[in-house]
C-alpha cells in the first residue's frame, strides 16, 4: 500500500474510532437516568486511550489519527465513569 493510502486508512479508523466512542453518550444518559452501568469499562477505556494519545502526541514524529482517535474516548470514558459513581 502506498504511504498516501496509509494515510487515508488512518484518518478512516480515526473516523470510525470517535463513532465507537460516541456509543458512549447512550451510557451516559442511561447513568442519568438512574440505570448505573459498570465503572470497570469507562476507566479502562479512559486510561487505555489516554495512554494512546500520549503515545501519538510524544512520538518523535508525532502520530495525529492515533491522538485524534482515541481523544473522544479520554473525555467520553470519564464522563461515563462520572456519571456512573
Do not use: H
Not at 496509509?6 to 470517535?18: F, M, P
Amino acid at each position: 500500500m502506498s504511504e498516501r493510502g496509509i494515510l487515508v486508512l488512518g484518518w478512516i479508523a480515526t473516523a470510525t474510532a470517535i463513532v465507537m466512542y460516541l456509543s458512549y453518550i447512550d451510557q451516559i444518559m442511561l447513568n442519568l437516568g438512574g440505570q448505573k452501568g459498570s465503572v470497570v469499562q469507562p476507566f479502562a477505556t479512559m486510561v487505555n486511550c489516554g495512554l494512546w494519545v500520549a503515545y501519538g502526541v510524544l512520538k518523535k514524529k508525532r502520530d495525529w489519527p492515533i491522538a485524534v482517535a482515541n481523544f473522544p474516548g479520554v473525555v467520553l470514558g470519564a464522563i461515563t465513569l462520572a456519571t456512573a459513581l
